[in-house]
């Protein structure tokens, strides 16, 4: 038996971050339970005291991993976390002194970043993709990894097929008064789409292409349920990529029959059909979410989605038919952009959507094992600060003007006006720096970037580094 320490670092009070459910860590602590050995998960939403003493992290012992779920909030105006898990992983090693239990890292975050992440933060040893059997294998013997700076590739767990699991009562209350969701898998398997700027393929690993079975899916349902959960977020990066799977699943929870229990997940508007809207309509779904990201069918193209715009109507028609909410999450400023296609995009907002039904951003930010950094050729370690593609700085302007007014509204303006602000004090990384960029008709620079200065210099310059949303 070893001890396991789990630390969800997500749940750090940091700008621009609202801590979620740590439905990543507690898959690993509940394969370790499975096996016998002794896990305590440290959460911070949970227990906010466990920020300012760190005793719990000096009992003995053998292992301690830590969750890094996000980079950054992926927004123009926000700052990048990895800062603050610098800072808080010195704090921890100074508390811990001359004890030297084996420091793990993963996460959906972490596995984007696993090299750069590893060095920065001392980690001996790290897994990038689904983390359950790496991690039984490191506990089993932790001496051997000991000082490894290697990162391990996720692997298939079998325990997915068959495990329920079952939250602890406190960690699920502390997420339930906040009001979000909790997350549940229904599948291990990539998405079979190729979005330029998507990292799903990538994080995801090797997932076998499991399917949960729908009684274990129930049997999680059932279990939050009685724990309190009337919110419901499924996690797979599209719910319906598999359109026969995802109706077995929305008839598992409308059998299940869970008063007040709503539920949501990213879907796709194709595959979609009437059957699926049907069993939608009466599953108590909450926003049906799809994001075409623009609505311009050429950037669209260029976005390397699989679908149009003829396609978003008839899903949005579909769910009008049958009262079905739904919203539609549109990102500006993408490879393509152009007067013309923002235009497109607020000619189609404005005929077919309501307010409310729009989720609206500006910027992409480039991720690693994407399309949009090969284009860009952009390394890693250039983009773990948050760096966005270069956008024409109208954009706003073009928005602004092209929306409807009742599209304007003050949240919105306010994102809108934060995001202009952001990206012109943003670093250009120029032409040449990374490779081919742009074109001849492109802007002078392959990406724009927040430089983030260490927590402590941040603090000893005086200056107040983190712009809020
Ligand atoms: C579903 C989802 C959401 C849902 C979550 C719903 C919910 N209540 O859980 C919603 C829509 C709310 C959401 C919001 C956001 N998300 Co999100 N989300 C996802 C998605 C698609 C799946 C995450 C998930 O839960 N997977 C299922 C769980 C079981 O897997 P997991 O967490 O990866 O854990 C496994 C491994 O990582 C590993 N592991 C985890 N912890 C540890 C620890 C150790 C020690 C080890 C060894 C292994 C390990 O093992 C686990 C089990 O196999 C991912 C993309 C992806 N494909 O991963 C993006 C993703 C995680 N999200 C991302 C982001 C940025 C966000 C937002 C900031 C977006 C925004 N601007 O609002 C917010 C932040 C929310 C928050 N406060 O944390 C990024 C994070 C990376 C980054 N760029 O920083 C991702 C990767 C997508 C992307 N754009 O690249 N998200
Ligand atoms: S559809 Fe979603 S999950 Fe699939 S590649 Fe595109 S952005 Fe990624």
Known sequence: MTAVLLVNL???????????????????????????????????VEDPSALTDLSWATE???????????????DLSCDGHVPHYEAFLARLRETLGSRRPLLVGGGPGYSLFGEELLGRLGFDVGVVGPGEQSMLQIVASPQKYMGLGRNLPGARYQGFL????????????????????????????????GCVYCPYAYISGDNGGDLKPTEAIAEELRTAYASGIREVFFTDGIFNSELRFAKDVVRTIIAADLPDLTWSAYFTPKPFD?????????????????????????????LGKSFDSRHVT??????????????VSVVLG?????????????????????????????????????DMARQLGLENAEILDPTFHPLDPDLFSWI?????????????????????????????????????AMGDEGPEYV???????????VRSAGTENHVRR
């Open 274 to 302: 009437d059957e699926f809207a049907d069993l939608l309509s009466v599953s108590n779904v909450g926003p049906v979410i799809v994001s075409p990201d623009s609505l311009d069918d050429r950037v669209m193209r260029l």
């Open 162 to 193: 068959t495990d329920t699991l079952d939250h602890p009562q406190s960690l699920l209350t502390a997420y339930a008064s906040r009001g979000g969701a909790i997350g549940v898998e229904t599948k291990r398997k990539t998405c079979y789409q």
């Open 400 to 436: 602004i003007h092209d929306l409807d007014s009742r599209f304007l509204v003050t949240r919105r303006m306010l994102n809108l006006m934060a995001g202009r602000t952001s990206s012109r004090k943003m670093q250009k990384i120029p032409l040449g720096a990374g490779g081919p």
């Open 60 to 74: 003995s012992w053998d292992v301690i991993g830590f969750t890094i779920r996000n980079i950054d909030p992926v």
């Open 334 to 370: 993408g490879p393509g952009e152009t007067r013309e296609s923002v235009r497109a995009t607020a000619r189609y907002i404005n005929e077919h959507l309501e307010s409310e039904e729009l989720t609206l951003n500006v910027g992409y930010r480039v991720l690693p094992e994407t």
């Open 10 to 44: 997500a749940s750090l009070p940091m700008p621009g971050n609202d801590p979620i459910f740590p439905i990543g860590l507690r898959c690993i602590q509940d394969a370790l339970d499975r096996k016998q050995h002794r896990t305590r998960l440290i959460d911070f």
């Open 447 to 457: 990406a724009l970037t927040r430089r983030m200065l260490p927590i402590a210099e």
């Open 314 to 327: 008839r899903f949005i028609d579909r769910c009008r038919q049958r009262g079905v909410k739904f919203k």
